[in-house]
């Protein structure tokens, strides 16, 4: 049996969802298959940055999210007890920067995220959009036929319940997570390496006398490191935990359970439930190729790993899917050129290598035996923290000259207030018609169409009016800042 599809997602995780999104608002047919029996249910990611709260507000999607998520403004830090054992708070901080966006940084499980994601493609779309259940066995690319751009050049064989079929398909994006079957099937590998250092990470129901059990909480003890995340529902929540000289598969729910109450002393902590739990290896690592033949393209961690503890990976995944969702509809559809999709390659492959670099560093910060090789104080780890606080916002991004993005032409000196190739802020504004104040992004959804902003200064002067009336760009809105 042999289906055929435009576009063929392997793997259900964010960023095939979010690529579902996309598609599913063009009307392109597409399949997303899932190795897993079904949606994800619990544990994994937890926390939303800014930029992945702005990308859903252009799907409409922001003020369900904001109203099921945990919004934790505060962030604390604490430290060994001078002289004495225990630990002690250090510093308060914001837990987001000033003007870094109009959103926040949230915290809400990715199983959720997910559904929202899914609801929305299944909506647009008008039918079930994931198939569970199906392993994938192999890819093939004809790179000859890949040089017409219609051609349905990539064959992909899958296996459900002992059934094998296939499916050929225009493009194919891999998001099939660290282990893809895309990725080895088409003979490229994941390059870096794995460190000796292991953390451990439960979701719990705690009782405590810990004063900033619902908090963000970075803390540093004789017995080790520890970040507390608070969960949605008020009663959840996440603790990574530092463990030393043990081996990731060699840990216990009880050594999770007795490290954490020795990192906590003086502090009480009994552990009600344990919903979720697991033990990893830190590593970094980056695919040698994130594409072939610009026909099969690779996404989420099928193409990048690193810590969780930064939380950038749901995130980044989010947004690779974000990035070729958009551009995948506008080639198919014929309203852009197959290169536009080469920018996915360079702005996500740049993206991906820029996390490694960051990551390795942030491991490097909570790392026990690093700060005390280095002689790292509570106060310079507070400060080293903060100035990577835009970056965890997912606010740093830069893209570099492409055919979509042109910083060096001297037109772009006239965005004195942007720097071309990053996100476009926004500000709030007053729609002229109804004086209803609004963010002006609200008014650029994402719809798979290009929104052309004019402006054009105080049209009371005659120059001015004059210049806007020789723009021929007519609007459904005005709006003032």
């Given amino acids: 049996m042999e289906e055929q599809v435009d576009v063929l997602i392997c793997g259900g995780g964010s960023a095939g969802l979010c690529a579902g999104v996309w598609l599913a608002r063009s009307g392109i047919r597409f399949r997303i298959l899932e190795q897993r029996d079904g949606p994800l249910k619990k544990g994994q990611a ?10 859903f507000e252009s799907f409409g999607l922001s003020d369900v999210l904001l109203n099921e998520a945990y919004h934790a403004s505060e962030l604390t830090f604490w430290a060994p007890e001078d002289g004495r054992a225990g630990i002690r708070r250090t510093h308060y901080a914001p837990d987001k920067l000033a003007g870094v966006s109009h959103l ?67 493009y194919v994006l891999g998001s099939d997570g660290a282990h893809s079957a895309v990725r080895k099937s088409l003979g490229f590998k994941m390059v870096g390496d794995t460190s000796d250092s292991v953390w451990g990470v439960m979701d719990i129901y705690p009782r405590t006398n810990f004063p900033d059990i619902r908090k963000k909480a970075v803390i540093q003890s004789a017995a080790g490191n520890l970040i507390i995340i608070p969960r949605e529902g008020d009663l959840l929540v996440r603790f990574y935990i530092e463990l030393n000289n043990v081996v990731a598969k060699d840990v216990t729910l009880e050594a999770l359970h007795e490290k954490l109450r020795q990192i906590l002393q003086p502090y009480d902590l009994e552990v009600a439930e344990t919903e979720w739990w697991s033990a990893y290896s830190i590593g970094q690592r980056l695919a040698d190729h994130f594409h072939k033949d610009y026909r099969v393209f690779l996404g989420g961690d099928a193409c990048h790993t690193h810590s969780p503890k930064a939380g950038q990976g749901m995130n980044v995944s989010l947004q690779d899917g974000y990035n070729i969702g958009w551009k995948l509809a506008a080639v198919i559809r014929g309203r852009a050129k197959p290169e536009l999709l080469e920018t996915y390659v360079s702005e996500r492959q740049k993206t991906a290598a820029e996390l490694i670099e960051f990551d390795r560093s942030w491991t490097k910060l909570f790392s026990s035996s690093y700060r005390k090789e280095h002689g790292i104080t509570p106060e310079q780890f507070h400060d080293k923290f903060l100035l990577s606080a835009r970056y965890t916002a997912g606010q740093a991004i830069n893209y570099s000259d492409s055919t979509i993005v042109s910083a060096k032409t001297s037109e772009a000196s006239l965005a004195t207030g942007l720097t071309i190739g990053m996100r476009l802020p926004s500000v709030p504004v007053i729609r002229f018609s109804d004086a209803r104040v609004m963010e002006l992004v609200r008014f650029l959804p994402a719809q798979s169409w290009w929104h052309i902003l004019v402006f054009s200064g105080d049209i009371r002067d005659p120059k001015t009016l004059t210049r806007l009336q020789n723009v021929r760009i007519f609007s459904l809105y005005s709006i003032r800042s």
């Fill in 46 to 55: 937890d926390g939303v940055q800014c930029r992945t709260v702005e990308i």
């Fill in 104 to 170: 926040p940084h949230v915290l809400l499980s990715q199983a959720r995220i997910n559904e929202l994601l899914t609801n929305e493609m299944e909506s647009k779309a008008g039918r079930p959009c994931v198939e569970y259940g199906c392993e994938v066995l192999g890819v093939e690319v004809d790179s000859e036929s890949a040089k017409d751009s219609n051609a349905y050049c990539v064959t992909v064989a899958v296996s459900k319940s002992g059934t094998e079929r296939k499916y050929r398909a225009k």
